[in-house]
């Protein structure tokens, strides 16, 4: 795991610099090598940093895909660790969190015409979700917060359509509505409609699902509501709810308080 401590520190360095000539810093650490070793938070950076500051230029950066693969690598170091529910505690959930989410906005700042679907594409979310992995809650949880949320910004109403179709357990399943709950007062209006109507309704009335609606070991309907809405359920109508609960009550739910 050290490797991939390692790595944190040098991408919080990163992460953290975009306030102040952030474009230039980063020209010069590509020009003077285009390998990892050159990434801010290495001492080749500490000192290339000091000849830029206060000089800020526009010129484009000549290439990121150095920062994509580095980042790419601490993703896939702690993916690996939650599938063989390695000790991975919370607080390193967090830190990697929020680092991914500052490189991701760092990256586009430094170029800001790319397209965000190709961002989201370089980051390769869905292509780590496998039959064998879909089974594992642990790693799902742990994609949820090092794949999947910290991308929540650049995700269209296309992505959220496809994810609605991988064969999530519902344990899974409900693993990625826990983490959109937690995040829901930072998502925008217009987000979450599109992450209710494209992904989790259109999960939840998929009929070729082993368990539809993901009703079984839920306790009435109060609790159904919690597990598989979260949050999102102030966007679903009660018609919504009683196609995909055929056993839904809305009287036992009056008192829901998400």
């Known amino acids: 795991m050290m490797k991939g401590v390692n790595m944190m520190g040098r991408f919080l360095a990163l992460s953290f610099i975009g306030i102040g000539c952030l474009s230039s810093f980063v020209v010069a650490e590509y020009r003077s090598s285009q390998t990892y070793a050159s990434l801010p938070g290495s001492s080749t950076s500490r000192n290339s940093s000091s000849n830029t500051a206060g000089q800020c230029s526009s010129e484009p950066v000549p290439d990121t895909s150095s920062l994509i693969v580095a980042v790419e690598n601490v993703t896939n170091r702690l993916l690996c660790e939650g599938q063989t529910n390695s000790s991975l505690g919370q607080e390193q959930l967090r830190l990697v969190q929020t680092l991914l989410q500052s490189t991701l906005s760092v990256l586009v700042k430094l170029d800001p015409s790319q397209q965000l679907s190709d961002l989201v594409a370089l980051f390769g ?18 994609w949820v917060n090092i794949r999947f949320l910290p991308l929540l910004p650049y995700l269209s109403k296309g992505f959220m359509i496809h994810l609605s179709q991988i064969n999530f357990t519902c344990a899974g399943y409900q693993e990625i509505i826990m983490g959109l709950s937690k995040q829901f007062g930072f998502i925008k209006t217009e987000k979450q409609m599109i992450i209710y109507t494209n992904f989790i309704y259109g999960f939840l009335s998929r009929t070729n699902n082993t368990d539809p609606g993901c009703i079984t070991g839920t306790m009435g309907s109060k609790d159904w509501l919690q597990k598989n809405f979260g949050q999102f359920v102030v966007y679903a ?18 008192s829901l308080n998400l």
């Not at 979700?129 to 799902?140: A, E, G, R, S, Y």
């Not at 109508?237 to 009056?254: A, G, H, M, P, T």
Request: glycine fraction near 0%; include cysteine; hydrophobic fraction near 35%.
């Open 237 to 254: 109508r009660l018609e919504d709810l009683q196609k995909i609960n055929v056993n839904f009550s809305s009287v036992s739910c009056f």
């Open 125 to 142: 979310a869905l292509e780590t979700l496998t039959p064998d992995n879909l089974q594992n809650t642990d790693f799902v949880q742990t």
